[in-house]
């Protein structure tokens, strides 16, 4: 009695599986999968087969099933099973369809071995069989198109509901595609954006925009990156970016995606930060910390070309009056207008600083001679003496200044800030409007 193909298929299920991994190692995508994946769902597929060789079939189902179409049972078949697998494993339409002939060859093959002469029923089961096949590839591809579809539109939605400006670009630099964010960017429709570079849009960034894509196609690797530019639709001004490569099946670099984001606001929230750690609130002018940091690197900028520097460090003299009988807001309008008159007495060079309260400094530069330095203090005693209009009234005051050089009186900024203080205090003692250069203890001078 002859075997029907359904039981023969049964019978060397193990067989024909051995068939089908053997070739599944020669697909790119399959070659470092375990044998449950190589096998995915083929165990299920050979079975139904089996099932449907042994089953009744009407005229119009054998009609549909000639076309590649199965009966609808509303369930997902191993076909189909395998097909939504074959997609998230990425593989691509022909690895999967050629997976399906494998199937087919591995069956065939076995079964003409094991019965040279085909007639009857045998050819009938035969061509039932190729029918069979025809039906799951066909409902494999259909789940894998409707995957790849909906997942083409789920990522198109994210491109066009993306508030980022995400493009792609191919080896020469030329955009082949743009969402909505770019385009509103740009200030331009798309079609007028594909086809052309950076440099042909005239953007100011575009050297060096080029320049990092050859790096990500040479490297194929992500690079990221900062430009300023402003669009023609006002939107942001600064932004950051970053170039990745979409490598092919051959590891070869196609094209370039880039995804950049506004980061304007966030910037110059940092910038404003920066410069509250490093500068007084109320006049603007740096404090303790930014003038030591600046003292530093003018310490070691003399030291290196052997030139020479002052520090002069400033008390006011009746401000607490002012605060204690006009209030604090006439207290810092009045530290303010100081600042102002301090930074005016002096070049763009040389450092204005508050350390606090109505204590200031100053680092004066290329000093050659202590006259000169003398003739600063002297300036800025007199202009510190005008009458200031503050709440409406007439106010004055007076400063008293301790002065020391570099390399002189000391040579690291915490001893130069010392001596200029200690000087200070000399100088306030002999009266306002006061001057007073540091020397050894008790030999202090004043003017």
Same mark, same amino acid.
């Given at each position: 009695?002859?075997?029907?193909?359904?039981?023969?298929?049964?019978?060397?299920?193990?067989?024909?599986?051995?068939?089908?991994?053997?070739?599944?190692?020669?697909?790119?995508?399959?070659? %470092?999968?375990?044998?449950?994946?190589?096998?995915?769902?083929?165990?299920?597929?050979l079975?139904?087969?089996?099932?449907?060789?042994?089953? @009744?079939?009407? !005229?119009?189902?054998?009609?549909?099933?000639? !076309?590649?179409?199965?009966?609808?049972?509303?369930?997902?078949?191993?076909?189909?099973?395998?097909?939504?697998?074959?997609?998230?494993?990425?593989?691509?339409?022909?690895?999967?369809?050629?997976?399906? $002939?494998?199937?087919?060859?591995?069956?065939?093959?076995?079964?003409?071995?094991?019965?040279?002469?085909?007639?009857?029923?045998?050819?009938?089961?035969?061509?039932?069989?190729?029918?069979?096949?025809?039906?799951?590839?066909?409902?494999?591809?259909?789940? @894998?198109?409707?995957?790849?579809?909906?997942?083409?539109?789920?990522?198109?939605a994210? =491109?066009?509901?993306?508030p980022?400006?995400? @493009?792609?670009?191919?080896?020469?630099?030329?955009?082949?595609?743009?969402?909505?964010?770019?385009?509103?960017?740009?200030? =331009?429709?798309?079609?007028?954006?594909?086809? !052309?570079?950076?440099?042909? =849009?005239?953007?100011?960034?575009?050297?060096?925009?080029q320049?990092?894509?050859?790096k990500?196609?040479?490297?194929?690797?992500?690079?990221?990156?900062?430009?300023?530019?402003? &669009?023609?639709?006002?939107?942001?001004?600064?932004?950051?970016?970053?170039?990745?490569?979409?490598?092919?099946?051959?590891?070869?670099?196609?094209?370039?995606?880039?995804?950049?984001?506004?980061?304007?606001? #966030?910037?110059?929230?940092?910038?404003?930060?920066?410069?509250?750690? %490093?500068h007084? +609130?109320?006049?603007?002018?740096?404090? $303790?910390?930014?003038?030591?940091?600046?003292?530093?690197?003018?310490?070691?900028?003399?030291?290196?070309?052997?030139?020479?520097?002052?520090?002069?460090f400033?008390?006011?003299?009746?401000?607490?009056?002012?605060?204690?009988? =006009?209030g604090?807001?006439?207290?810092?309008?009045?530290?303010?207008?100081?600042?102002?008159?301090?930074?005016?007495?002096?070049?763009?060079?040389?450092?204005?600083? $508050?350390?606090?309260?109505?204590?200031?400094?100053l680092?004066?530069?290329?000093?050659?001679?202590?006259?000169?330095?003398?003739?600063?203090?002297?300036?800025?005693?007199?202009?510190?003496?005008?009458?200031?209009?503050?709440? #409406?009234?007439?106010?004055?005051?007076?400063?008293?200044?301790?002065?020391?050089?570099?390399?002189?009186?000391?040579?690291?900024?915490?001893?130069? +800030?010392?001596?200029?203080?200690?000087?200070?205090? !000399?100088?306030k003692?002999?009266?306002?409007?006061?001057?007073? &250069?540091?020397?050894?203890?008790?030999?202090?001078?004043?003017?």
């Amino acid at each position: 009695m002859n075997t029907r193909l359904a039981d023969f298929i049964r019978a060397e299920l193990e067989s024909i599986l051995q068939g089908w991994e053997e070739f599944a190692k020669t697909i790119l995508q399959a070659r %470092h999968m375990d044998k449950t994946g190589l096998r995915d769902h083929a165990r299920d597929m050979l079975l139904e087969i089996a099932d449907d060789l042994g089953s @009744y079939q009407s !005229k119009s189902e054998q009609a549909a099933k000639s !076309k590649g179409r199965g009966p609808e049972n509303g369930e997902q078949s191993g076909a189909e099973d395998h097909g939504s697998e074959r997609h998230a494993g990425g593989f691509s339409v022909n690895e999967t369809v050629s997976e399906f $002939r494998a199937l087919r060859a591995s069956v065939v093959s076995l079964w003409t071995k094991a019965h040279p002469t085909i007639s009857g029923r045998q050819l009938e089961d035969l061509t039932r069989f190729h029918e069979a096949i025809d039906q799951a590839v066909a409902e494999s591809l259909d789940q @894998y198109a409707t995957i790849k579809e909906m997942e083409t539109r789920l990522f198109g939605a994210i =491109l066009i509901a993306s508030p980022d400006p995400i @493009y792609v670009l191919d080896l020469q630099g030329k955009f082949i595609y743009a969402n909505k964010a770019t385009a509103n960017l740009f200030a =331009l429709p798309p079609e007028a954006i594909i086809g !052309k570079t950076t440099v042909d =849009l005239g953007l100011s960034f575009a050297s060096e925009f080029q320049l990092n894509l050859e790096k990500v196609i040479a490297d194929q690797s992500t690079y990221r990156d900062k430009f300023t530019h402003t &669009f023609a639709s006002g939107r942001g001004e600064r932004f950051e970016y970053l170039l990745a490569p979409v490598l092919d099946k051959q590891r070869n670099t196609e094209a370039i995606v880039c995804i950049a984001r506004d980061i304007t606001e #966030q910037e110059l929230a940092e910038a404003v930060i920066l410069h509250n750690a %490093h500068h007084d +609130l109320l006049t603007g002018l740096p404090n $303790r910390r930014l003038f030591m940091d600046r003292l530093e690197q003018e310490v070691k900028h003399a030291q290196r070309n052997s030139l020479s520097l002052a520090v002069l460090f400033m008390d006011l003299d009746g401000f607490k009056d002012v605060n204690d009988s =006009l209030g604090h807001e006439a207290g810092d309008r009045l530290l303010s207008e100081v600042a102002k008159r301090l930074t005016g007495c002096v070049r763009a060079d040389d450092t204005v600083a $508050r350390l606090g309260g109505d204590e200031f400094t100053l680092i004066l530069i290329g000093t050659k001679q202590s006259k000169d330095v003398e003739l600063v203090a002297r300036t800025i005693i007199d202009t510190l003496a005008l009458p200031f209009h503050i709440a #409406q009234q007439s106010v004055r005051i007076s400063v008293s200044i301790g002065i020391t050089l570099y390399p002189e009186d000391a040579s690291s900024p915490v001893a130069l +800030l010392d001596a200029a203080d200690r000087a200070m205090y !000399k100088a306030k003692k002999s009266g306002p409007n006061r001057m007073s &250069f540091y020397a050894a203890p008790g030999s202090c001078t004043s003017a």
